[in-house]
């Protein structure tokens, strides 16, 4: 099963694919990219989460953020060859590296659409929901830990 596969991935090669997988949507859209605490506020009220003590490792919360993609039939074949590619350095352009924090919240919204209103407050809204979404709640708490 691809969640194995994906939960089996060293952190250089976890963090690898999603930065290329990020890199490839941030080209064709656009996506709110900013680790605000506003930004870190809106993810804790829409998911019911609270900020953990403990930094979380970028390759674990790479690979949560894969998992949760790998459920969408549109990037799964994108995950899975460079999954198995064998050096998934050499299929990626070299766009330079971009955080963890981009990376995550620009995967994000392929879920979720981030909405501000006349007072600039931001909110998440669900877009699609997926049977990985059980996966939501422990990526936004990882992802926090990065947050101000």
């Known amino acids: 099963m691809i969640q194995d596969q994906i939960a089996a991935l060293d952190d250089k090669t976890a963090i690898h694919i999603l930065q290329v997988i990020?890199?490839?949507?941030?080209r064709s859209g656009t996506y709110e990219t900013s680790g605000t605490p506003d930004m870190a506020n809106a993810l804790q009220s829409a998911f019911d989460v609270s900020k953990p003590a403990e930094k979380a490792s970028?390759?674990?919360?790479?690979?949560?953020?894969?998992?949760?993609?790998?459920?969408?039939?549109?990037?799964?074949?994108?995950?899975?060859?460079?999954?198995t590619g064998s050096n998934t350095q050499k299929f990626s352009p070299d766009w330079g590296t971009i955080?963890?924090?981009?990376?995550?919240?620009?995967?994000?919204?392929?879920?979720?659409?981030?909405e501000k209103d006349k007072k600039g407050n931001i909110s998440w809204v669900i877009e699609k929901k997926a049977a990985a979404d059980a996966l939501l709640k422990p990526l936004i708490e990882k992802l926090l830990s990065y947050l101000p």
């Open 99 to 114: 955080s963890i924090v981009i990376s995550v919240l620009v995967i994000l919204q392929t879920r979720f659409k981030i």
């Open 58 to 83: 970028e390759g674990e919360i790479a690979r949560l953020a894969l998992q949760l993609l790998s459920d969408d039939p549109k990037y799964l074949p994108n995950i899975r060859a460079l999954m």
């Open 22 to 26: 990020s890199k490839s949507l941030m």
